[in-house]
């Protein structure tokens, strides 16, 4: 295997370039996609141990993870710093040791930050500002929504919530106000913030969510919304789907039911992404679900110690579409509690989880080690492709999220109460690994992309440039250039139960590309055109040179209206 090469520090420079007379590059002629197949991928080990188990995971400006797990389970393995509280440790029994830590990826460095209350199994958005706002918990903190910063920690807003949202899912809205949906027992919504001149409408019942309830095993938990470019939602409970207007603007839509009737959501845990937003297509959105587990699943592993295969399909859908349909495809594995990570080339990789049983506590088996990439755009058949494995089970509370580098994070799986190391089938994972996914093969540095400046904050639908070199560019650069020159902006995921919220590829238009120098060169885009293609917050972007991204730079989308 090809050793791996050492990352180069990403560049974020707060300035549009002028583009300053430079020569016209013709769009070159598209080169064959880099056979990524001769690169299954590597895995790499970034701490054996962060402390706690990720069992929740954010990607931050600034190049920072926020990864943290539960407060009512004992003791972690990672110290508060000496002078936080020890008071801080909530409801379970009192300690010492921290619930939540940020890895600071450009120094590999951890830093453990105290937690007041329980964020069990909780629900996260970025804000456009940059903060992460992260919904409930358990017990104590079930009514809680904390802000976190590094430079501020935790900042508990207590009562925030209008429900208990344990199980909840938040998705970020064009106006930058976050939809806090479902949650255990929760057949309602509510926003963050509420509206201030209207608290007693601050829930909203939301029937579908009853409807897709099981008995005994629910099966609709942690649903999956993804924001249309229209601005309505799409939500995916059970094995079916409606498209709704959080607003009331328009008409619920009911979509129809996946072909074969597996629930994909929590215990059956599925994952779903929304593909790629094309700037040709802007009102165009496709959705994919992968996985999940047969019905009645939960049951039988809970109560009878039968332990069923997992569900081997994905399911395909174009919401917007007049007559939408489920185009059903088969996965070259089965795999409950796989998450779903969006790439920067519009791929998809599919990774942790298990063949067979369901989420919850000591109820899955048979750890699928192996990730898979979906290429979307592939002719059916030829989509999937199986990866290398790794040496670690991620089992249930495992995450996975896209960093700064274009690699998968990889962590977590606690499929116990407590913390168990030993004498178990699956311990406690605390460590934290990188997927360097097909595209990060030290052959193709040569194409590799570097990111030299692009804008801090763009509005939407305005021109920008990002400037880029390709380091084997030495000579005749104008003719290297061959390759098609893409810049997809990725919205960071909050992840968590095999579910990445607020996930979310915008392929940016890209006009003129100019040569500056000797393998340094200049792509004129165009920013998002709305809030409802991309919602106003940080986004990463990444040029993409004949299928090779580069290292992201953090870019704002600022909100409508007033500057803020
Ligand atoms: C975590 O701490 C426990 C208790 O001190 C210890 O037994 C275990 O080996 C530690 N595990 C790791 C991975 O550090
Ligand atoms: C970000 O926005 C939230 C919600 O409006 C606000 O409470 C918080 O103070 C803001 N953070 C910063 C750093 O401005
Ligand atoms: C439940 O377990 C028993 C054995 O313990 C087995 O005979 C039976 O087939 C199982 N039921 C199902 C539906 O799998
Ligand atoms: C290991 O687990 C088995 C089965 O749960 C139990 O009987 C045994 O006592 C455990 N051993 C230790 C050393 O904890």
């Known amino acids: 295997m090809p050793k791996p090469r050492p990352f180069l520090p990403h560049i974020l420079?707060?300035?549009?370039?002028?583009?300053?007379?430079?020569?016209?590059?013709?769009?070159?002629?598209?080169?064959?996609?880099?056979?990524?197949?001769?690169?299954?991928?590597?895995?790499?080990?970034?701490?054996?141990?962060?402390?706690?188990?990720?069992?929740?995971?954010?990607?931050?400006?600034?190049?920072?993870?926020?990864?943290?797990?539960?407060?009512?389970?004992?003791?972690?393995?990672?110290?508060?710093?000496?002078?936080?509280?020890?008071?801080?440790?909530?409801?379970?029994?009192?300690?010492?040791?921290?619930?939540?830590?940020?890895?600071?990826?450009?120094?590999?460095?951890?830093?453990?930050?105290?937690?007041?209350?329980?964020?069990?199994?909780?629900?996260?958005?970025?804000?456009?500002?940059?903060?992460?706002?992260?919904?409930?918990?358990?017990?104590?903190?079930?009514?809680?929504?904390?802000?976190f910063s590094p430079a501020t920690g935790w900042v508990e807003l207590p009562s925030a919530l209008a429900a208990r949202r344990w199980y909840a899912t938040d998705m970020i809205l064009p106006d930058g106000r976050v939809l806090v949906l479902g949650g255990r027992r929760q057949f309602n919504f509510e926003f963050f913030p509420h509206d201030a001149a209207a608290p007693a409408a601050a829930l909203t019942f939301f029937p579908f969510l009853d409807e897709t309830t099981e008995l005994d095993t629910e099966d609709n938990l942690y649903p999956f919304l993804h924001l249309l470019p229209d601005g309505t939602v799409f939500v995916f409970a059970n094995d079916r789907a409606v498209v709704f207007d959080p607003y009331n603007r328009a008409p619920l839509r009911r979509l129809p039911a996946v072909p074969g009737g597996v629930p994909r959501n929590y215990p059956s845990s599925g994952s779903s992404v929304l593909l790629p937003l094309r700037p040709d297509a802007p009102a165009h959105a496709e959705v994919l679900v992968c996985g999940g587990a047969p019905r009645g699943a939960y049951r039988l592993a809970l109560r009878n110690g039968t332990f069923?295969?997992?569900?081997?399909?994905?399911?395909?859908?174009?919401?917007?579409?007049?007559?939408?349909?489920?185009?059903?495809?088969?996965?070259?594995?089965?795999?409950?509690?796989?998450?779903?990570?969006?790439?920067?080339?519009?791929?998809?990789?599919?990774?942790?989880?298990?063949?067979?049983?369901?989420?919850g506590w000591e109820l899955g088996r048979e750890p699928?080690?192996?990730?898979?990439?979906?290429?979307?755009?592939?002719?059916?058949?030829?989509?999937?492709?199986?990866?290398?494995?790794?040496?670690?089970?991620?089992?249930?509370?495992?995450?996975?999220?896209?960093?700064?580098?274009?690699?998968?994070?990889?962590?977590?799986?606690?499929?116990?109460?407590?913390?168990?190391?030993?004498?178990?089938?699956?311990?406690?994972?605390?460590?934290?690994e990188a997927f360097l996914p097909p595209y990060m093969d030290a052959r193709l540095d040569g194409a590799r992309p570097r990111v030299m400046a692009a804008p801090a904050e763009v509005g939407y639908g305005e021109a920008s440039a990002v400037r880029f070199e390709v380091p084997g560019h030495v000579a005749g650069g104008a003719e290297a250039a061959a390759g098609e020159v893409r810049v997809a902006a990725v919205a960071p995921a909050f992840a968590t139960h095999s579910f990445g919220m607020n996930q979310r590829v915008v392929e940016l238009a890209v006009g003129r590309v100019a040569q500056l120098d000797v393998g340094v060169y200049e792509a004129e885009v165009a920013a998002p055109p709305t809030p409802g293609v991309a919602p106003p917050g940080y986004y990463l972007w990444f040029v993409v040179h004949a299928g090779v991204p580069s290292s992201a730079a953090w870019v704002r989308m600022r909100p409508l209206g007033p500057a803020t």
């Open 308 to 359: 069923v295969p997992a569900d081997r399909t994905c399911a395909r859908i174009a919401p917007t579409d007049m007559d939408p349909a489920w185009a059903v495809e088969e996965m070259p594995m089965a795999r409950v509690m796989g998450d779903m990570v969006l790439l920067p080339t519009g791929d998809v990789l599919i990774v942790n989880g298990a063949a067979a049983g369901t989420a």
């Open 368 to 432: 699928v080690t192996r990730p898979v990439l979906y290429r979307p755009d592939a002719q059916l058949g030829a989509r999937f492709e199986a990866l290398a494995p790794s040496a670690t089970p991620r089992m249930y509370h495992s995450s996975a999220a896209l960093d700064t580098y274009g690699r998968v994070l990889v962590g977590g799986s606690n499929p116990h109460v407590g913390y168990v190391f030993t004498n178990v089938t699956y311990p406690t994972e605390l460590s934290l």
């Open 13 to 147: 420079l707060s300035l549009i370039i002028a583009n300053a007379g430079a020569d016209d590059v013709p769009l070159p002629p598209q080169e064959p996609t880099p056979a990524a197949a001769s690169f299954p991928g590597e895995w790499q080990l970034l701490h054996a141990s962060i402390g706690v188990s990720a069992m929740h995971m954010q990607l931050l400006p600034g190049d920072f993870v926020l990864m943290f797990d539960r407060t009512d389970t004992g003791p972690s393995n990672i110290s508060l710093p000496a002078l936080a509280p020890c008071a801080a440790a909530a409801d379970g029994p009192a300690d010492c040791t921290a619930h939540s830590v940020l890895l600071d990826l450009r120094s590999n460095v951890l830093h453990p930050y105290p937690l007041a209350t329980n964020p069990w199994c909780s629900s996260g958005a970025l804000l456009p500002n940059g903060t992460l706002l992260q919904t409930g918990g358990f017990s104590n903190g079930d009514r809680v929504a904390r802000l």
